[in-house]
């Protein structure tokens, strides 16, 4: 696919578009009931960690995780280091999409990082997102590419009114649930 052209957005991207947000708002409506259902965790893995393929046996751990975070509530970008260590304790990997997602779901206006916004944002937007090497290194270039991703997002808003416009038009329903953050993830998302 190219650049994003919202003016040919197709009827079936739009379905795409509409049941990724009944699952998505599904997770943010639910990630307040401590402890997390099973019902969320399935939801939540079929939405976010199939892609990345967590292995089972470390998932009760990352749930864990995330009921915590979910209980503390404060967290920033700041706070990604720290998650990404845990997280890394826990799969052996310096996981960014996993620990994007785990941050996203706690606080909204944190952005994903996950392939297909990577590979868009590489390839229109100019943002440099490399996260190759290994041990140490794999581990800093994961975190130049999570500032540059959130400073790529600061003032989303502005860059992007165009595309949070069309969202609030085409899915008004979901307009006041998800944050200038998430419409523009989803559009890369679903479009791209």
Same mark, same amino acid.
């Given at each position: 696919?190219?650049?994003?052209?919202?003016?040919?957005?197709?009827?079936?991207?739009?379905?795409?578009?509409?049941?990724?947000?009944?699952?998505?708002?599904?997770?943010?409506?639910?990630?307040?009931? #401590?402890?997390?259902?099973?019902?969320?965790?399935?939801?939540?893995?079929? @939405?976010?960690?199939?892609?990345?393929?967590?292995?089972?046996?470390?998932?009760?751990?990352? @749930?864990?995780?995330?009921?915590?975070?979910?209980?503390?509530?404060?967290?920033?970008?700041?706070?990604?280091?720290?998650?990404?260590?845990?997280?890394?304790?826990?799969?052996?990997? =310096?996981?960014?999409?996993?620990?994007?997602?785990?941050?996203?779901?706690?606080?909204?206006?944190?952005?994903?990082?996950?392939?297909?916004?990577?590979?868009?944002? #590489?390839?229109?937007?100019?943002?440099?997102?490399?996260?190759?090497?290994?041990?140490?290194?794999?581990?800093?270039?994961?975190?130049?590419?999570?500032?540059?991703?959130?400073?790529?997002?600061?003032?989303?808003? #502005?860059?992007?009114?165009?595309?949070?416009? =069309?969202?609030?038009?085409? @899915?008004?329903?979901?307009?006041?649930? #998800?944050?200038?953050?998430?419409?523009?993830? @989803?559009?890369?998302?679903?479009?791209?």
């Amino acid at each position: 696919m190219g650049k994003i052209n919202l003016k040919n957005v197709t009827k079936e991207q739009k379905e795409y578009f509409r049941e990724c947000l009944r699952n998505y708002c599904f997770i943010m409506e639910q990630k307040s009931k #401590i402890p997390l259902s099973e019902e969320f965790k399935n939801n939540f893995n079929n @939405f976010y960690l199939k892609a990345r393929r967590l292995k089972n046996e470390y998932k009760p751990k990352y @749930f864990k995780e995330l009921n915590q975070r979910i209980k503390d509530t404060n967290i920033s970008v700041e706070d990604f280091e720290i998650i990404l260590n845990k997280l890394n304790k826990i799969t052996g990997a =310096w996981e960014i999409s996993i620990t994007s997602k785990l941050m996203h779901t706690v606080n909204s206006d944190l952005p994903i990082f996950d392939s297909k916004v990577k590979n868009y944002l #590489i390839k229109y937007e100019d943002v440099i997102l490399s996260i190759y090497g290994k041990g140490e290194q794999r581990k800093q270039a994961v975190l130049r590419a999570w500032c540059n991703l959130n400073n790529w997002y600061n003032n989303i808003e #502005i860059k992007k009114s165009d595309w949070i416009d =069309w969202f609030d038009k085409e @899915f008004s329903e979901y307009k006041d649930r #998800i944050s200038a953050t998430k419409k523009v993830d @989803f559009i890369i998302f679903c479009l791209s």
